[in-house]
């Protein structure tokens, strides 16, 4: 089944809109790492992690299926797999190359300075902490399990870390 989710459509926007895919029956939507502040609300108010993607814009435009085996079918299995349980931040690996959230940027070039894109980076709904990391996977099936056990790990963590008490003005 997985082999016929296909992405049929997008839709390039300015900053302040959010990128959609549409991936098989699923629409996905995306904020651009210019959005991070818009992005980290939702996380809060959803209880969820923040999933940064990590890759070719110009995937966005292509077709593909998601069992594809090069950085097209990885990019495109990432927002699938995670569409429902994280907020979703898109970063164009290559322009956007060292420009983005620093947490983010030393993740991504860890271990690796020469990263493959895509990889995706889990963070807390705050963006300051990496909760996991997923790399570039070519083989689908190792890849499915790859983003799964990042998000199992992320919402682990997500679940065992203190309650934030709300900031009380003392006199």
């Known amino acids: 089944m997985l082999g016929w989710l296909t992405l049929w459509m997008t839709v390039s926007a300015p900053a302040a809109d959010k990128i959609v895919l549409h991936i098989g029956n699923a629409t996905i939507s995306a904020y651009r790492t210019a959005d991070l502040e818009r992005a980290k609300a939702e996380a809060k108010a959803a209880h969820k992690p923040i999933a940064w993607i990590a890759s070719a814009s110009k995937v966005l ?5 998601i069992l594809r085996t090069d950085g097209r079918g990885a990019t495109l299995h990432a927002f699938y797999a995670l569409r429902s349980r994280t907020v979703l931040v898109f970063e164009d690996a290559f322009a956007e ?5 620093p947490l983010v940027d030393q993740a ?3 271990p690796d300075p020469h990263y493959t894109p895509p990889k995706v980076i889990f963070l807390n709904p705050d963006a300051t902490e ?6 570039y996977e070519p083989d689908p099936t190792k890849r499915a399990q790859a ?3 990042g998000l199992s790990q992320a919402e682990a963590k997500l679940k065992s870390a203190p309650a934030q008490s ?3 003005n003392e006199k």
């Open 61 to 65: 435009g292509e077709s593909g299926t």
């Open 108 to 110: 991504l070039h860890t």
């Open 97 to 101: 190359n060292h420009q983005v959230l």
């Open 147 to 149: 983003l799964a056990d």
């Open 130 to 135: 990496v909760l996991a990391t997923v790399e």
């Open 166 to 168: 709300p900031v009380r």
